[in-house]
T-cell receptor, first 114, second 113 residues
Framework: NAGVMQNPRHLVRRRGQEARLRCSPM?????VYWYRQLPEEGLKFMVY????????ESGMPKERFSAEFPKEGPSILRIQQVVRGDSAAYFC????????????FGQGTRLTVV | AQSVTQLGSHVSVSEGALVLLRCNYS??????LFWYVQYPNQGLQLLLK??????LVKGINGFEAEFKKSETSFHLTKPSAHMSDAAEYFC???????????FGDGTTLTVKP
């Protein structure tokens, strides 16, 4: 039973490019959460999605960031026109349902903007 | 709304000594509480979780934590530190009405030989 799969593990983008981060939840999980970890900081919630629905995006920056979790395929976190301050580790977690007390985390995607 | 405060961003202990990592929380509803460990360039691994059953929770690698409602605390302990325990530790709170977890800023544990 594969865990939460994130790819790529490392991503380098030049300022102004787009970054696409993918997250495949665990089998049977329909809830996905994205978190960002800036250097020397804890994890900050970004967005919570179910299949085809954004449930809570209160942690998403207002501009350049978007997320989706289509009916088929992985969840995508998209960052347009990246800036140096976007450099961070982005973690995805998944859970079975709303009442599930445990979310399982992926290995993260480390984005470096040069 | 919920929040988590981890007291001490860096903790250093000698091998074989007691490990104590502090976590205080606030939550508007009864919470679930978690401790995660993160090794360099790795994801988060769940150490243990409190879900309103026993207040003393035992986890992996010899760690345990005690939920104290009166003190709104969920401190992590291990009787005897091992070199392999050196990592960053995160406390997190999840409201029982579901939704997103809130994480503390983390505590880096260093174990000296």
């Amino acid at each position: 039973n594969a865990g939460v799969m994130q790819n790529p593990r490392h991503l380098v983008r030049r300022r102004g490019q787009e970054a696409r981060l993918r997250c495949s939840p665990m089998k049977g999980h329909s809830h996905v959460y994205w978190y960002r970890q800036l250097p020397e900081e804890g994890l900050k919630f970004m967005v919570y999605l179910q299949k085809e629905n954004i449930i809570d995006e209160s942690g998403m920056p207002k501009e350049r960031f978007s997320a989706e979790f289509p009916k088929e395929g992985p969840s995508i976190l998209r960052i347009q026109q990246v800036v140096r301050g976007d450099s961070a580790a982005y973690f995805c977690a998944s859970s079975r349902d709303t009442g599930d007390t445990e979310a399982f985390f992926g290995q993260g995607t480390r984005l470096t903007v040069v | 709304a919920q929040s988590v405060t981890q007291l001490g961003s860096h903790v250093s202990v000698s091998e074989g000594a007691l490990v104590l990592l502090r976590c205080n929380y606030s939550s508007s509803v009864p919470p679930y509480l978690f401790w995660y460990v993160q090794y360099p360039n790795q994801g988060l691994q769940l150490l243990l979780k409190y879900t309103s059953a026993a207040t003393l929770v035992k986890g992996i690698n010899g760690f345990e934590a005690e939920f104290k409602k009166s003190e709104t605390s969920f401190h992590l302990t291990k009787p005897s530190a091992h070199m392999s325990d050196a990592a960053e530790y995160f406390c997190a709170v999840l409201p029982t009405n579901a939704g997103k977890s809130t994480f503390g800023d983390g505590t880096t544990l260093t174990v000296k030989p």
